[in-house]
């Protein structure tokens, strides 16, 4: 229900006077706009960059998490993440204690190597000797000693020494189970980062349900409720993104498959961009940064796939492949000591890849920034006439945002 506005005036300087009782102050944009034709206005609050995290309420010094059901004030577990986020982690580079280079799959060496100098030949690859290569890589260090990074990557049993770097993944019980029936296909996925990966991905076919998709053609075929490419991609980013630090040795990387939705978590935030950045730019950012340096190399045994292209398509590529299958797009959580990433079902029984015309889905794949009809048209080379048509039917389908208006230029962006 829409409640008459007294003074829209007085509520932007009101919203505006409020942004300054922060530490960091916090950052608004205050617009106009309409609700069954009544005038609203609308505040968009950016987040904080990393840098300056925690923002603390003025007069308290204090600050909180926001959760689905309400604000928390955080802990100082959760502050020392905050501010270790500060500064560049190099947990990763640390030397496993007690591991030794017998520790190392030799398979997964072997094939490291080779796509190493494969890929890079002018540079770590022109290294004749395969130790000094993996030292120079950062997968080993002076001695042998793997690194963290390296364990991880190429380690026989990385759990030996990490007992909770793992993949906890569970399905919610179905309406119809028997009493007492908590979860179903649990499982505890161990081993290295690509073997973790594999095992993650024949989880998923097992245990996801199918739906109906008509593809272009009429073709009816039945696929995964949530993409198999989307799936993966977020599970590989939280396995080489997660947090490395003392704090996180007994937490685990979580799927859990619930009734209405898909949630894909690992401890650690964001590292160097903010949500609301997340996927809009061409910038990588890793919180590992000798453990995703490796894993561009790494192949999964089961696929040979990379485990990582590190190029910033990974998020691109979950939205893509959401939309494709006529899903909400994803949906981000930086809660300070943990990262999720959340898809939710379709709310109909059938998906269609036709749903979105070819210039429909050209218009969203440019759509990674803010962009105006003209900058669509610089773009696309498509007229204006068909990209506001093409853009009516992205924001009615909560596919994409519109903002200004008003006086103001209009621009749209991906949800």
Known sequence: MVEDLSSAQQLKQGLANKSRSFVPPVRLDISDGTVDGEPVVIARVHECDPSAKPCRAATSGKAYLRSYDGDFELSQVEEQGFLAARTSPHFDRRPVEGAAREDLDEELVFSFIRAVKDRDPGGLGRFRSDEELLRRAGVILDGGQPSVAGLLALGVYPQQFFPRYVIQAAAESRPGDPAGVRARNQMTITGPIPRMLDEAMAWARRTF???????????????????????????????VHRDLDNWSEGLSVEVRLRRDRLVVSNPGGLYGITT????????????????????????????????????????????????????PPAKFIDAAIRFTAILNRSDGPQRSRASLTSTQRRVYDALERDSTVRDLEDVLGLTGATLRKALRVLVNSNLVTQQGGRGRPTTYRRL
């Open 209 to 239: 349900d199918s739906v109906i998709v008509t593809e272009a053609g009429g073709m009816v075929v039945d696929e995964p409720e949530y993409p198999l490419v989307a799936f993966r991609e977020l599970v590989a980013n939280a396995l």
């Open 276 to 327: 609301d950045r997340l996927g809009r730019e061409g910038v990588t950012s890793a919180r590992n940064a000798r453990l995703v340096a490796i894993c561009q190399h790494v192949r999964t045994p089961d696929t040979g796939a990379r485990v990582i292209e590190a190029l910033a398509s990974g998020i691109p590529i979950v939205g893509s492949s959401l939309a494709e299958a006529g899903l």
